[in-house]
């Protein structure tokens, strides 16, 4: 059974910085390609950075580039979302997710974590 847990949500203020983890069990980490995603309150998912299951490249939602970082540990079955200078529309609920096409759509992914929250207040 194919798990993903995030965790490191949280409040935290506006130009502060907060940093998820998303460990996966149940499946060969190394061969995914792995994503965040995060939803707002009557919005819809979006896309917000993804990472090749090497490591080697990454891309980044153009709301997010240059204040947040993906980064993934293999040998840890583990994720990272290190997110800086946060702004109050960074709110939402975030997502990990696993998949065997590298991109910016959710349908590409096929396993999905339960979301973690993520407020920022200002």
């Known amino acids: 059974q194919v798990q993903l847990v995030e965790s490191g949500g949280g409040l935290e203020q506006a130009g502060g910085s907060l940093r998820l983890s998303c460990t996966a069990s149940g499946l060969t980490f190394s061969a995914y390609d792995m994503g965040w995603f995060r939803q707002a309150p009557g919005k819809e998912r979006e896309f917000v950075a993804a990472i090749r299951r090497s490591g080697r490249s990454t891309y980044y939602s153009d709301s997010v580039k240059g204040r947040f970082t993906i980064s993934r540990d293999n040998a840890k079955n583990t994720v990272y979302l290190q997110m800086n200078s946060l702004k109050p529309e960074d709110t939402a609920v975030y997502y990990c997710?696993?998949?065997?096409?590298?991109?910016?759509?959710?349908?590409?992914?096929?396993?999905w974590g339960q979301g973690t929250q993520v407020t920022v207040s200002s």
């Open positions: 997710a696993a998949g065997t096409h590298y991109s910016g759509s959710y349908h590409s992914y096929e396993y």
